[in-house]
């Protein structure tokens, strides 16, 4: 069993940045694929970005390439989202994941946290 919980969420203006962090619990983190998700009111879950369990793969939907950094501490068991120049559009409860297996089979994951709340005000 994996535990994860994420913090980090928060109201923030157009323009400004966010770090979320997702603290996993439980069976060795560094063997996990994992990745951030997010969904807005209305709208279906999507993928933000994925790393592999070296941390040397990662993915970013073409939305947020260039404004958000995923990385993972595997020592302190902790993945992490650097979010910069957020957009009203960012708004969402977003969620982190981990599943053991390739990055691509994450939407199916094993193991989610409960969400963090992220509103940009523009």
């Known amino acids: 069993q994996v535990q994860l919980v994420e913090s980090g969420g928060g109201l923030v203006q157009a323009g400004g940045s966010l770090r979320l962090s997702c603290a996993a619990s439980?069976?060795?983190?560094?063997?996990?694929?994992t990745g951030w998700f997010r969904q807005a009111p209305g709208k279906e879950r999507e993928v933000v970005a994925t790393?592999?369990?070296?941390?040397?793969?990662?993915y970013y939907t073409d939305s947020v390439k260039g404004r958000f950094t995923i990385s993972r501490d595997n020592a302190k068991n902790t993945l992490y989202l650097q979010m910069n120049s957020l957009k009203p559009e960012d708004t969402a409860i977003y969620y982190c994941?981990?599943?053991?297996?390739?990055?691509?089979?994450?939407?199916?994951?094993?193991?989610w946290g409960q969400g963090t709340q992220v509103t940009v005000s523009s």
């Open positions: 790393i592999n369990w070296s941390g040397r793969t990662t």
């Open positions: 994941a981990a599943k053991i297996g390739p990055v691509q089979t994450l939407p199916s994951a094993d193991y």
């Open positions: 439980g069976r060795t983190f560094s063997t996990y694929s």
